[in-house]
């Protein structure tokens, strides 16, 4: 089938991680044979020769280039509140990426439109398919859902997007509920987790011995590994509450937080003022195809995600699953998408939220215990690959955008 995908982030260079999970989608829509056309924002930083397996075409809606930046997890503080200047550049995307999709969808004659987060992409999505008669699907992913709960101004195109909507695909079953309680006809909602790369993310021993070596870490250290961007959602401030307990049972450990955001001055600030700063390595940005290192380079990894003071909370944590892929043990929050995947003590442990002596003893557990991270991490990796590779996952994507084919046939 052809499918016309409209969204607000994807990758806009090898190793750009934002929007690598939609990117990954679509590569295996089109290996499974489907003709798939991604419309994205223009960015200055986009190289379009990086990949070749999908048609990718940026959407201009502002000049200079330099004014481009929507998306890309650059249009909320701390995700908790939007930038100024996401109104105007939302606006300017909508008006010039429902043009640019009326006249693909015209020419290429889709089977199906598919959105890519309810907005903007679900409200460009539905003007497009009211305008041209294809079916439009929404796939929903968090921050989506809840600036149309939180943001009144949004509210009315989050439900002019649901009414037109076929289907509506949620990576939760938290998600699926949310998204009901905004006006989604719950017999037109599936929950479908993200799939993750089992082959580029797996036990590698080799890529562990290099990168600790990279990083000045012995290779009997017990290394923690946290990844994520610098954001209130994640709830890395209570990791880190969690490391002086963790420290007095294992003075060796050392805390490995990947990513950068706008919490990067207040997280190291806590740090200091706890007394653990030499035993936490902040390591900035790390790109995508990096990434599988440091997971394989992870004693453990801690996903402490939490409901923010805004009301914002993960979707489906992608570092979730790529590091369940990678064989990892896992201490995770028991919220939103996490228990869709992991079950306590079967493949993962998990803990209240915001708890740090929750998470403080877990970690400890599974230090004390290799063999029992050992068993955590291969049942782990062994759900990705009964029920979470992409080829799973994308042709549970197909049976829903078939299905809306076939009503609108």
């Known amino acids: 089938m052809k499918i016309a995908v409209i969204t607000s982030s994807y990758p806009r260079y090898k190793g750009d991680g934002v929007g690598s999970f939609i990117h990954s989608l679509a590569r295996t829509l089109t290996q499974l044979e489907h003709k ?13 020769e990086w990949q070749s397996e999908v048609d990718v075409r940026r959407v201009r809606f502002i000049w200079p ?4 930046v929507l998306g890309h997890a650059r249009s909320l503080s701390g995700d908790v509140s939007l930038k100024w200047h996401a109104y105007p550049l939302v606006i300017l995307f909508s008006f010039f990426a429902i043009l640019r999709l009326w006249r693909e969808v015209r020419r290429q004659q889709p089977d199906v439109i598919y959105a890519q987060w309810l907005l903007p992409a679900g409200l460009i ?4 398919s009211r305008l041209t008669g294809v079916p439009l699907v929404i796939s929903v992913h968090g921050s989506d859902v809840f600036v149309a709960e939180r943001r009144r101004i949004a509210r009315p195109a989050a439900r002019f997007a649901l009414r ?4 509506l695909i949620a990576c939760s079953r938290d998600l699926a509920r949310r998204a009901v309680n905004l006006g989604m006809r719950s017999d037109r909602v599936t ?5 993750v790369d089992v082959e580029r993310y797996k036990p590698e021993d080799e890529l562990a011995r290099t990168l600790r070596a990279a990083l000045q870490l012995s290779e009997e250290q017990h290394v923690i590994m946290a990844m994520g961007r610098l954001v ?13 307990g963790v420290l007095a049972q294992f003075p060796d450990a050392v805390l490995l937080i990947a990513g950068q955001g706008d919490l990067r001055t207040e997280l190291e600030l806590l740090a200091d003022s706890l007394g653990i700063r030499q035993q936490v390595v902040f390591a900035g940005h790390v790109a995508w195809d990096q990434t599988s290192s440091y997971l394989a380079a992870a004693d453990l990894l ?11 909370i993960d979707g489906l944590p992608n570092v979730l699953l790529e590091s369940m892929a990678s064989g990892r043990a896992i201490v995770a929050s028991k919220v939103a998408g996490v228990p869709d995947v992991i079950t306590d003590g079967e493949n993962g442990l998990l803990v209240p939220e915001k708890d740090a002596e929750a998470l403080a003893a877990a970690i400890c557990t599974l230090l004390r215990d290799p063999s029992l991270r050992q068993r955590l991490g291969e049942a782990a990796r062994a ?3 009964d029920h979470l590779s992409w080829t799973h996952v994308a042709k549970q994507v197909v049976a829903v955008l078939r299905s809306c084919e076939q009503i609108n046939s």
């Open 164 to 167: 037109n909507c076929c289907h």
């Open 232 to 244: 209130y959602k994640k709830g890395f401030s209570y990791l880190l509450e969690a490391m002086p």
């Open 125 to 128: 999505g539905a003007v497009a």
């Open 36 to 48: 798939v056309t991604v419309l994205a924002p223009h960015d200055p930083a986009a190289v379009q």
């Open 65 to 68: 280039d330099s004014w481009s």
């Open 383 to 385: 759900t990705t690959l």
């Open 302 to 312: 801690v996903l402490p995600s939490i409901l923010d003071q805004a009301g914002n």
């Open 191 to 195: 929950t479908i987790p993200y799939g």
